[in-house]
């Protein structure tokens, strides 16, 4: 029967730890749990529940910085933000939808696997937008890095390390983000009736351009039927999407000379500020594979790959597929060979490089294949010796992002 401890406070916490240690008992440290379908299962018979550190001690809108407890609510986080008028620049994608979880999960689970959405194109990952924490090593040790502004590190950059880490290293109580203002108007250029190679260099002629374009889509003809915008829905075509972002006059001028510069490639059409805002929201949480059992997978690769590399896997089996951050980022589907997907993926990718995360699949694909992507062997060396560094008896998170580790 698995085991939850609930420390109440930081030096509970680290008590909690301590204990672990001298038994040499696994913990699963969890949030709301939210994030449990991403990465490996973490084989353990005791769970760390950190749903006490929770809500927002530090908010200064004109100061741009917010802290909060790492398992606060990414919906309070967000009214919060929308109050002011502010918002988290990064665009955190909300899962639930995908993974079959209850809600959109803490501020601490977002870090904590470093996820971001269309908008890091423009603005960054969210390990640039992560200014500091406290936390609980894995040898239950408390301390803390960074602090409420960008250029607060001596040292070692700590945050950069702890964003993506997914639990393994250090167990969060408390961080701290930055914030931005939230543009006055978002409209989307569509093009209609382009093939992925189309739309690719549709896509980097659009950024490559004086328009600040914050998000760079492609949808093909067989999701665009999954959309709420009818725009986009009823076309019954593909469609490559540019965003533009800021004040009213200016983001109506650009989006004019945006269409007039992609006209060669198509029909184009423009979405206002609500349909431009749902759309985008629709690619950020991947909102074209919900409601159905396929495996999906993360891959990013060079935006000009991105074509072929769609072509060579077009025969696996119910495939299908679209493209975020101007083809650098793919989203897959697939039905069959399940634990052969994997291989046929990355051997794909081999002569071009990149990176296949597995996100959604059952707990036992998850532990028969690589969810991540192998690491060179210099790399995952280094990895080991940070595990080591910070929890030497395997305590946090034991194997759920690379086995043994």
């Known amino acids: 029967m698995t085991e939850t401890l609930r420390p109440d406070t930081e030096a509970q916490l680290a008590e909690a730890v301590t204990w672990a240690n001298s038994e040499r008992l696994p913990l699963e440290v969890l949030g709301r749990g939210t994030k449990r379908a991403l990465g490996r299962p973490v084989q353990s018979a005791h769970r760390l529940d950190l749903t006490a550190f929770s809500g927002i001690h530090l908010y200064e809108p004109e100061e741009l910085v917010l802290g909060a407890g790492s398992a606060t609510p990414m919906v309070e986080i967000l009214e919060a933000l929308e109050e002011k008028g502010q918002q988290l620049a990064f665009e955190p994608p909300d899962l639930s939808g995908l993974l079959g979880s209850k809600d959109s999960g803490t501020i601490g689970g977002i870090v904590s696997t470093n996820l971001a959405g269309p908008r890091r194109i423009k603005d960054g990952a969210a390990r640039d937008h992560f200014l500091g924490f406290d936390a609980v090593s894995g040898r239950g040790q408390v301390f803390k890095s960074g602090g409420r502004v960008m250029k607060n590190v001596t040292g070692y950059d700590l945050p950069k390390l702890i964003c993506g ?38 896509l980097a002629d659009g950024l490559n351009g004086p328009f600040e374009v914050s998000g760079a889509a492609w949808l093909p003809a067989g999701l665009t039927a999954s959309s709420g915008v009818g725009y986009i829905r009823d076309a019954g075509v593909s469609v490559a999407a540019l965003r533009l972002e800021g004040f009213g006059p200016s983001v109506e001028y650009r989006c004019g000379k945006l269409r007039a510069l992609l006209a060669p490639y198509g029909e184009t059409e423009e979405l206002h500020s609500h349909n431009s805002r749902t759309f985008w929201r629709e690619i950020r949480d991947v909102v074209p594979f919900h409601g159905d059992s396929r495996i999906v997978w993360r891959i990013s690769v060079a935006p ?15 495939q299908s597929a679209y493209l975020d951050w101007a083809g650098g980022l793919i989203w897959l589907a697939v039905d069959a060979p399940r634990q052969g997907a994997a291989e046929i993926i990355r051997d794909a990718m081999a002569p071009i490089g990149g990176h296949a995360t597995l996100i959604r699949g059952g707990a036992t694909l998850r532990n028969a294949v690589p969810v991540f992507h192998p690491q060179p062997a210099p790399l995952a060396a280094v990895t080991r010796r940070l595990k080591a560094s910070f929890d030497p008896n395997g305590v946090l998170n034991p194997g759920r992002m690379t086995e043994g580790v």
């Open 165 to 202: 880490s997914y639990g393994t290293l250090a167990a969060m109580t408390r961080l701290v983000v930055k914030v931005l203002p939230r543009a006055e108007k978002s409209r989307t250029v569509l093009v209609r009736g382009v093939d992925a190679a189309q739309a690719v260099k549709a």
């Open 304 to 318: 000009t790959d991105a074509p072929g590399l769609l072509a060579s896997l077009s025969h696996l089996k119910n």
